[in-house]
Nanobody, 118 residues
Framework: QVQLVESGGGLVQAGGSLRLSCAAS????????MGWYRHTPGKQLELVAL???????NYTDSLKGRFTISRDNANNTVYLQMNSLKPEDTAVYYC????????????WGQGTQVTVSS
């Protein structure tokens, strides 16, 4: 079982930056992929970025260049650095983790609110 604890959300003005963190804890698991999704009311859940254990990354095209995902494998932590934030980035950001050991399971964080004011 994996527990995810997110931090770093908040209110920021347009053009500002925020850094989200998500730490995974537990035992008996093997994390393969970590990442972030976001949800805005009235819209579908949107992929933000994913990173695998070899640090290969996958971003939603529209966020490339502004958002950067990274991970600390030793501490099972994933980060999302968000720069040049826009009001349309306002959403609840969810940490996502996929563990392939002992079987494939997807885990989700509780979500952290990011609000960008104009």
């Amino acid at each position: 079982q994996v527990q995810l604890v997110e931090s770093g959300g908040g209110l920021v003005q347009a053009g500002g930056s925020l850094r989200l963190s998500c730490a995974a804890s537990g035992s008996g698991f093997g994390i393969v992929i970590m990442g972030w999704y976001r949800h805005t009311p009235g819209k579908q859940l949107e992929l933000v970025a994913l990173i695998d254990s070899d640090n290969n990354t996958n971003y939603t095209d529209s966020l490339k260049g502004r958002f950067t995902i990274s991970r600390d494998n030793a501490n099972n932590t994933v980060y999302l650095q968000m720069n040049s934030l826009k009001p349309e980035d306002t959403a609840v950001y969810y940490c996502y983790v996929r563990s392939d050991y002992p079987r494939r399971v997807n885990y989700w964080g509780q979500g952290t609110q990011v609000t960008v004011s104009s």
